[in-house]
């Protein structure tokens, strides 16, 4: 059975810093590019990053370069999202995802305020 699941979350103030992580089992986890997403109320869920099977290439969405990094521990089956210089527009449920594939994890929900 294929789980996801992500932990991490919670209520930080603007500029605070947070760090997700999400845990893969079920399949083969080091085959596979990773992306996290996210998707704030009464919006579309939009892709935060993607890091390939080995690491070595990652991309991010314009919004966070800069402040998130991704990072994997294939070793861990786990994939992070270190998210710094967090805004009130961060604000919203993460997600990870495993490429071309429908697996999805139950998202983890980052607010930032003050």
């Known amino acids: 059975q294929v789980q996801l699941v992500e932990s991490g979350g919670g209520l930080v103030q603007p500029g605070g810093s947070l760090r997700l992580a999400c845990a893969a089992s079920?399949?083969?986890?080091?085959?596979?590019?990773m992306g996290w997403y996210r998707q704030a109320p009464g919006k579309e869920r939009e892709v935060v990053a993607h890091?390939?099977?080995?690491?070595?290439?990652?991309n991010f969405a314009n919004s966070v370069k800069g402040r998130f990094t991704i990072s994997r521990d294939n070793a861990k089956n786990t994939v992070y999202l270190q998210m710094n210089s967090l805004k009130p527009e961060d604000t919203a449920k993460y997600y990870c995802?495993?490429?071309?594939?429908?697996?999805w994890g139950q998202g983890t929900q980052v607010t930032v305020s003050s």
């Open positions: 079920g399949f083969t986890f080091s085959n596979y590019v």
């Open positions: 995802h495993a490429a071309n594939t429908e697996y």
């Open positions: 890091i390939t099977s080995a690491g070595g290439r990652i």
